[in-house]
């Protein structure tokens, strides 16, 4: 994908997305490192910052080149715990978790400590750049049993404890409510993971619209 490709891409789904994005791997697994590190900066759309498999090396780098973007595999030992600690040194640094199973326990496991958005594990290498910038840009496309699961989790969601019952949101619009076979969820789990970063009970909103996937270039 062209940074031609992705302006028009963006600006017929209102997204915004400053590029290059700087983007932090953190994996034990070195192949996976070194297969990111060379296929991310492809295009120049991607700026890799750095690929660490251990926690205490990402953090201290974290600090010094504050990138927009932590790639983090899911199968990194303690790898939700992580996240807390990466959170705690850049509340602002997206957190994506990487190779995950895609259903929706998963997803709202890896929401709930904070992670902003996900790349399944079935998804292929030319795939993982224009999910990246789509996170970035506030849009995450998943499956539609995912949307369910995160639709069924915000019914049995009340407000955090010692708070009001917040406002009811405004309906969907017919864009929003419309059924395709794969659909983008945007706010899901961004919001799953702001309630962390605020320390809140696990209080979220889902928004389930429809969305276009990337233009492939020719």
């Given amino acids: 994908m062209t940074k031609n490709h992705c302006a028009s891409y ?4 209102q997204i915004e997305v400053d590029l290059p994005l700087r983007i932090q791997i953190i994996s034990d ?7 990111l590190l060379e296929l991310l900066p492809r295009g120049g759309l991607l700026s890799v910052l750095g690929c660490f498999a251990e926690l205490e090396e990402a953090l201290v780098a974290l600090r010094q080149c504050q990138p927009q973007i932590v790639l983090i595999d899911e199968a990194l030992p303690g790898g939700r715990a992580a996240i807390g600690q990466i959170l705690a040194e850049a509340p602002e ?18 929401a709930e400590v904070g992670a902003v958005g996900y790349i399944p594990k079935t ?7 224009p999910a990246l910038l789509s996170i970035a840009g506030g849009r995450q496309l998943c499956t539609e049993n995912v949307a369910a699961g995160l639709m069924r989790r915000l019914s049995m ?10 406002p009811a949101p405004a309906p ?13 969820a945007e706010g899901v789990i961004r919001r799953l993971a702001t309630a962390k970063r605020r320390v809140t009970a696990s209080s979220f909103a889902v928004r389930a619209s429809a969305d276009k996937s990337p233009p492939t270039p020719p």
Avoid: C, H, Y
């Fill in 157 to 166: 969601a009340g407000p955090p404890a010692g708070k009001k019952q917040s």
């Fill in 10 to 13: 963006w600006a017929a789904n």
């Fill in 29 to 35: 697994i070195r192949f996976m490192r070194e297969s």
């Fill in 172 to 184: 969907l619009t017919a864009r929003e409510r419309q059924p395709v076979g794969r659909i983008g």
């Fill in 123 to 129: 998804a292929a290498l030319a795939d993982i750049v």
């Fill in 93 to 110: 640094v997206l957190v994506v978790v990487m190779a995950v199973t895609e259903t929706a326990e998963k997803i709202i496991t890896w």
